[in-house]
C-alpha cells in the first residue's frame, strides 16, 4: 500500500475581541505528507495504494482569524465502498468572544441520550455568555441519499436531516438544562430498497431534561431523563393519536411510531484526599435517537466507586463496582446479569521503585428460558423439569507491574521493569463447569533498559512470553525484542532500530516470527521534519512461509 497522507495544524478556537490590534495579516499553520509501500507474498487484501489529505488553515487579519479543516481521501472509492456520510471534509470553527461556530462537516455532542457525536454537513453554534444561560444548536445532514446498487460495500440510506437545540442556566449551586433534537428522512431521495436491506425512511423526535444540584460543598447530585419517539416506518399508516410520550406529543404518530425513555442520576461526594460516588441509569428496551451512531439499550446499571490517597500519597487506590441487567420488560428469551468489581492500586514506594497493581471481576448469570413445547410433549410424569437453564460466565483478570531504576546517573541510566497479567474466563451450566469450558492466559514481560545520557543513546531488550489454556489444549509463545535509539546533531536526527522473534510451541499451529523495524527522522532549520520508517516482518508457518515489507516516508513543514 502507497499512503499519502498531508496534515495542516493550527488552532481550533478563534477569538475575535481584539479586532484591530496586532499585526494586520498573518498566514499560519503547518503541512505534512506520509506516503507508504506496503508489498506480501500472500494475498492478505490490502490495497496497494491509497492517500488521505487532512489538516487546518489558520489565516488573521489583525485578531479576526479563521481556521479551516478539512479532509480528502481516496480510501472509500478505491475499496468500492459507497457510504452514507463522506469520507472528505471541509470545516471552519469561527469564534468571537463568546460565540463558536461550526461550519461545514462537523461534528456536536448534547448527551448522551440526545445528539452525541454524529458528524453532519451543515452548521451549528454554542452560546456561553459570561452569564447564567448557555445556548448550543445545529442544522444539517446526517445522512446523504444513497442508492442501493447491489453492491455489498454499499450501504444504503435515505437522506437525513437533523435539527437540534440545547438551553442551559447556571447557577454557583445549581444548573437545569433542556435539549430538543430532531431528526427526519426524505421519502423520495431514493428508490425502493430491497426488503431484506432493512432500510426504511424514519422520524425522530428527542428531548431531555438534565439538571445538577450541590447540596453542600463537597456533596453533588446531577440527573437527566429523556424521551424519545421514534417512527420506524414514515410510509407506515397515519394515526389520529399522537399519546405516548412527551417527545410524542411533537412527532405525528404513525403504526410503526414507538416511544422510549432513558434516565440516570448520580451522586458524588468528596472529603479530604478522597472520592466516593454512585450511579443509576436505566435504558428502556429499544432506546434510539438518530443523534447517535450506535446505542445500547435493554438494561440497567447501579454502580458504587471510590478512590482515595494514603501515607503521603505515596498509595493511591480506586474501588469500583456495579451491577447491570436486562431484558427488563422480561420479552427476551434470555434474561442475563452481570456483577462488575474492579481495583487499581499505586504504590510510589520510593524514586526508584513504583509498583501497581488492577484485577477485576467479571460475573454474568444468564436464565435462558425451555422451549415451551418441550414441557408440553414430556411424557414423564415423574420428571421435574427445570423450566429455564441457568448458565455463569466468570472472567477475572488480574495486573501487576514493578518499575525499579537501577541507576540514575549522569552518564548511565538503568532501568527494569517487570509486567504480569492473568486472564481467567470459565462458563458454568446449572453449576458445573465442564470439560473445556475454563480458559486461562499468562502473559509476562521483562525488559532492561540501559542509557548514555552524555551519548544520547538508549538499548532496550526484552523478554516476552505467553501461556495460554483454551479448553482442553496449551500453547506457549515466548521470544526476545531488541531495540537501539539514538540522537545525533543537537537532536536533530533521531534513529531507531528494532528486532523480535517470537516462536510457538507444537500443539498449535508451528509459528516462527521475526520482524525487523528501522526508524530514521530528521529536522531541518525547525520548520521540516522528514521521517523513514522500514518493517519487514517473516513468518515461518506449516503452511508456508510469507514475508510482508513496509516502508513509510513523510515530510512535515510548519509556517
Do not use: C
Not at 481550533?12 to 494586520?24: F, I, N, P, S, Y
Not at 445556548?135 to 437522506?159: C, H, N, V
Amino acid at each position: 500500500m502507497f499512503f499519502f497522507f498531508i496534515t495542516i495544524a493550527s488552532a481550533q478556537a478563534v477569538d475575535l475581541e481584539t479586532l484591530g490590534k496586532g499585526k494586520a495579516f498573518k498566514l499560519g499553520g503547518g503541512v505534512s505528507s506520509n506516503g507508504v509501500f506496503y508489498n506480501s507474498n500472500q494475498d492478505v487484501g490490502r490495497e496497494p495504494f491509497t492517500y488521505f489529505l487532512q489538516g487546518s488553515l489558520n489565516i488573521s487579519f489583525y485578531q479576526f482569524s479563521m481556521p479551516i479543516s478539512y479532509s480528502y481521501t481516496n480510501q472509500g472509492e478505491q475499496l468500492n465502498y459507497n457510504l452514507p456520510f463522506n469520507f472528505n471534509r471541509l470545516s471552519l470553527h469561527p469564534k468571537y468572544k463568546w460565540v463558536q461556530g461550526h461550519i461545514g462537516d462537523v461534528a456536536m455532542s448534547f448527551s448522551p441520550y440526545t445528539l452525541n457525536g454524529h458528524q453532519f454537513t451543515g452548521g451549528g453554534v454554542e452560546l456561553t455568555p459570561n452569564g447564567s444561560w448557555k445556548i448550543s444548536a445545529m442544522t444539517g445532514r446526517l445522512l446523504k441519499a444513497t442508492e442501493y446498487d447491489g453492491e455489498e460495500q454499499t450501504i444504503p440510506a435515505f437522506q437525513r436531516m437533523g435539527y437540534g437545540l440545547k438551553l442551559g442556566y447556571e447557577q454557583e449551586r445549581y444548573s437545569a438544562g433542556v435539549i430538543v433534537f430532531y431528526a427526519k428522512d426524505a421519502i423520495n431521495s431514493i428508490t425502493t430498497v430491497p426488503d431484506e436491506q432493512e432500510v426504511a425512511p424514519k422520524e425522530n423526535m428527542v428531548l431531555s431534561l438534565e439538571g445538577s444540584y450541590k447540596i453542600m460543598e463537597s456533596l453533588e447530585v446531577n440527573t437527566e431523563y429523556a424521551t424519545s419517539a421514534i417512527t420506524q416506518d414514515l410510509r407506515a399508516e397515519e394515526l389520529k393519536s399522537n399519546k405516548g410520550s412527551l417527545a410524542g406529543l411533537l412527532l405525528k404518530k404513525r403504526a410503526s411510531t414507538q416511544y422510549f425513555d432513558a434516565f440516570r442520576m448520580g451522586l458524588d461526594y468528596s472529603f479530604h484526599k478522597s472520592t466516593l460516588g454512585v450511579a443509576y441509569e436505566r435504558i428502556a428496551p429499544g432506546y434510539e435517537t438518530l443523534g447517535a451512531y450506535f446505542f445500547n439499550n435493554d438494561f440497567e446499571n447501579i454502580t458504587l466507586n471510590t478512590s482515595t490517597a494514603l501515607f503521603d500519597n505515596k498509595l493511591n487506590l480506586a474501588f469500583n463496582i456495579g451491577y447491570q441487567r436486562d431484558n427488563l420488560k422480561n420479552q427476551k428469551e434470555r434474561s442475563m446479569n452481570r456483577t462488575v468489581g474492579f481495583l487499581n492500586a499505586t504504590y510510589n514506594a520510593s524514586e526508584l521503585l513504583t509498583i501497581s497493581g488492577s484485577y477485576s471481576n467479571f460475573t454474568t448469570f444468564t436464565n435462558s428460558k425451555v422451549n415451551q413445547f418441550d414441557v408440553i410433549n414430556d411424557d414423564n410424569l415423574l420428571d421435574d423439569a427445570y423450566d429455564v437453564l441457568d448458565y455463569k460466565q466468570l472472567s477475572q483478570n488480574a495486573n501487576v507491574n514493578v518499575n525499579y531504576i537501577l541507576s540514575k546517573k549522569e552518564n548511565l541510566q538503568q532501568n527494569l521493569n517487570v509486567n504480569y497479567a492473568l486472564a481467567d474466563v470459565s462458563s458454568a451450566e446449572d453449576g458445573v463447569v465442564r470439560i473445556g469450558n475454563a480458559s486461562t492466559f499468562h502473559n509476562g514481560n521483562v525488559s532492561y533498559t540501559l542509557g548514555f545520557p552524555d551519548k544520547k543513546m538508549n538499548i532496550t531488550t526484552a523478554l516476552n512470553g505467553t501461556l495460554n489454556t483454551l479448553g482442553t489444549e496449551n500453547s506457549s509463545t515466548w521470544g526476545p525484542t531488541l531495540n537501539i535509539n539514538n540522537n545525533f546533531f543537537e537532536n536533530t536526527l533521531n534513529t531507531n532500530f528494532g528486532a523480535s522473534y517470537n516462536t510457538s510451541n507444537p500443539n498449535m499451529v508451528a509459528t516462527n516470527v521475526t520482524n525487523f523495524r528501522a526508524n530514521l527522522s530528521y529536522i531541518f532549520k525547525e520548520k521540516h521534519n522528514f521521517h523513514l520508517s522500514l518493517i519487514q516482518l517473516f513468518k515461518n508457518l506449516s503452511t508456508g512461509n510469507t514475508s510482508e515489507l513496509t516502508i513509510t516516508f513523510g515530510h512535515s513543514y510548519s509556517f
